[in-house]
C-alpha cells in the first residue's frame, strides 16, 4: 500500500512541482559533475580521458544501478514537468481575460516561458548524444587505446572524430545554450517550490541560477569548440 505521503505529493499540484524541484536539482548535480569529468579533455590528454571513462565503466553494477537512478529521476522530471506545463496552460486559457505582465517579483523570462521547449530539446540532446556516445563504436570496431598495459575503449578518439564535423558541433553549442536557459529559470523555480526563497534571499537565488546556467552552458560548449579548434 502507497504511504499518504507518497499519495499526496503524487496527486497534488504542489506535490508534483516539489518532486520536479527535487528531480531538478538532482539533475544540476549529475550535470556538474558531468562537466567536471568532461573537462579532462580540455585540462588532460587522451589518456586522462580514456583512463576516467574506463574507471567509469569498471564500476559494474555500481554503474549500473547509478544508471538506472539517473533514468528514473529523468523521467519522474520531465513527465511530470511537461504534465504541470500542459496542464496550468488549460486552464490559463480558460481563465484568463486580460494577459498583463509578471512584473519583476514573479522572475517571469524567455526561459520560464520556454521550459517546455528548452526540456523537449534537451531529451533529443540526450538521445543524440547517448546513441554516438555512449552506444558508438567501441574495442571491436578499432577504438582501442592502452593504458597501463590494458586495452580500454579509446573514447578520446570518438569524441575527437565527432567534434571534427560541424553539424555536430553547431548542434551540441545550440544544446547547451537551451540547457543554459532551461536551468536559469529551473534553479529559480526549485527554490521557490521547496519553499527556499523570501524576500531576503530570493535576489541572491535568482543571481545563483543565473551564473550556475552561465557556468554549466558554457563550460560544456566550451568543449567541443575546442575540441573543433585544438585538434
Known amino acids: 500500500m502507497r504511504s499518504p505521503l507518497l499519495r499526496s505529493l503524487f496527486s497534488s499540484t504542489v506535490g508534483k512541482k516539489v518532486i520536479i524541484a527535487l528531480t531538478g536539482v538532482s539533475l544540476i548535480l549529475f550535470v556538474v559533475v558531468h562537466l567536471a569529468g568532461n573537462l579532462t579533455l580540455v585540462f588532460g590528454n587522451a589518456d586522462t580521458f580514456n583512463a576516467y571513462a574506463h574507471k567509469l565503466m569498471n564500476l ?30 488549460g486552464a490559463r486559457s480558460k481563465n484568463y481575460v486580460l494577459l498583463k505582465s509578471a512584473g519583476r517579483v514573479s522572475k517571469k523570462t524567455i526561459s520560464s516561458r520556454t521550459m517546455i521547449y528548452s526540456g523537449i530539446i534537451i531529451i533529443a540532446f540526450i538521445v543524440i548524444h547517448l546513441i554516438t556516445f555512449k552506444y558508438g563504436p567501441g574495442i571491436s570496431d578499432g577504438y582501442v587505446a ?11 578518439r570518438l569524441v575527437v572524430e565527432a567534434f571534427q564535423k560541424e553539424w555536430y558541433v553547431a548542434f551540441y553549442v545550440f544544446s547547451m545554450l537551451v540547457l543554459g536557459t532551461h536551468l536559469r529559470h529551473g534553479f529559480w523555480s526549485a527554490i521557490q517550490s521547496l519553499g527556499l526563497n523570501n524576500p531576503s534571499s530570493s535576489q541572491p537565488a535568482y543571481t545563483l541560477g543565473l551564473i550556475l546556467a552561465v557556468i554549466m552552458a558554457f563550460g560544456f560548449l566550451f568543449i567541443p569548440l575546442y575540441v573543433y579548434f585544438v585538434y
Open 60 to 89: 559494474g553494477p555500481l554503474l549500473y544501478l547509478a544508471e538506472f537512478l539517473l533514468a528514473t529521476v529523468f523521467i519522474f522530471h520531465f513527465s511530470l514537468a511537461i504534465y504541470t506545463t500542459l496542464k496550468n496552460r
Open 146 to 156: 592502452m593504458i597501463g598495459g590494458e586495452a580500454v575503449r579509446d573514447l578520446f
